[in-house]
């Protein structure tokens, strides 16, 4: 249960001890959490946000209730038409919270590529404003990073959950854990051709729930030009400059899948699709040049893009979406 704005302010006075993954940061294990003087937090949760305000506070309250507590959450208001998040925001007692409201809006890529500019933390968490955090969710990655030092990302394990927050298992989420990699109970390792290969063949990651390493995040960005696959877009990015990801099996993030999201109402408009066909092309092109010729030909018929655009075209016939229709066709085709 994640606790009320009372238990938040009670638990962030609390005497916490960080275990050994601190020697990763230099931090001394033995010294109580309230006790220590930081020059920086271990990780930055960046919180670009816009949308609604009550699953706005929910997924604050879990970076709140986290058991690793050497963070900074940094919100950065894309210009929702609500004055509630900055009183809210405003009233929590807890100097690592910022709040910051762009003076126009960016759009989601222009505020993550925002949210970046302030990252000082060595990692990096982009957290999706009406996700969730378990309890475990950073001490998880923390503890990851500190096990694999080369890594660039972590996935941790993600349960999918809908408007309400009750489990679900949409047909989209049953396919990205079939694609997934791994299946052991310790973590797997994937770099090179062999993650951009993955990725291309299903796009299995949660955006919301990778943890980067700053280095790598702020020094390859988010590509300007994509509103929907920008998160794949980075990725793809680091695999090709030989980086490591590594997915790691527990449990630690609830992601909030529902139909009003930007990237379903793209997708069922056909946006989204022209936005990947666009982008699938690219990366053929790239990887081909790279030698990398499973990735290439995985970028090439990008199979589970053109079934999830058939799934659609079913809901668009039902609802009469002639427009949708056309564009969802001659994504399956093309």
Request: overall charge neutral; glycine content about 6%.
């Amino acid at each position: 249960m994640i606790p009320n704005e009372s238990t938040q302010r009670a638990f962030s006075l609390r005497t916490i001890h960080i275990p050994i993954v601190g020697l990763f940061f230099g931090i001394n294990p033995s010294q109580p959490y309230s006790c220590r003087k930081f020059s920086m937090a271990s990780v930055d949760v960046l919180f670009p946000y816009y949308g609604d305000v009550e699953l706005m506070k929910k997924a604050a309250r879990s970076v709140l209730s986290q058991q690793f507590q050497d963070w900074r959450l940094v919100v950065v208001d894309d210009g929702y038409p609500d004055p509630e998040p900055a009183r809210w925001f405003g009233e929590l007692d807890d100097e690592r919270v910022s709040y910051q409201r762009n003076a126009s809006n960016l759009g989601a890529n222009g505020n993550y590529r925002r949210a970046l500019e302030l990252v000082e933390a060595p990692l990096t968490v982009i957290m999706g404003a009406d996700d969730l955090m378990l309890p475990n969710y950073l001490q998880t990655v923390v503890d990851t990073f500190a096990a694999y030092p080369t890594a660039d990302v972590v996935q941790p394990g993600v349960q999918v959950i809908d408007e309400n927050g009750a489990a679900v298992a949409p047909l989209v989420d049953r396919v990205k854990s079939i694609a997934m990699p791994g299946g052991a109970p310790t973590p797997t390792v994937l770099q090179g051709e062999r993650l951009a290969t993955s990725l291309l063949h299903a796009g299995w990651h949660y955006f919301p729930s990778l943890a980067w390493r700053s280095e790598t995040i702020t020094r390859i960005g988010f590509r300007p030009e994509f509103d929907v696959v920008q998160d794949l877009a980075l990725l793809l990015d680091i695999a090709a400059g030989g980086g490591t990801m590594v997915l790691q099996p527990e449990l630690a993030f609830l992601y909030r899948r529902h139909s009003g999201s930007d990237s379903s109402v793209r997708a069922l408009d056909g946006r989204r699709f022209d936005e990947e066909r666009r982008f699938f092309e690219i990366e053929a092109e790239r990887f081909a040049a790279l030698g990398w010729h499973k990735a290439a030909r995985a970028a090439s018929l990008h199979i589970t893009s053109r079934l999830n655009a058939v799934a659609l075209l079913a809901t668009s016939l039902l609802k009469g979406r002639k427009a949708s229709i056309s564009s969802l066709t001659r994504h399956v085709v093309r």
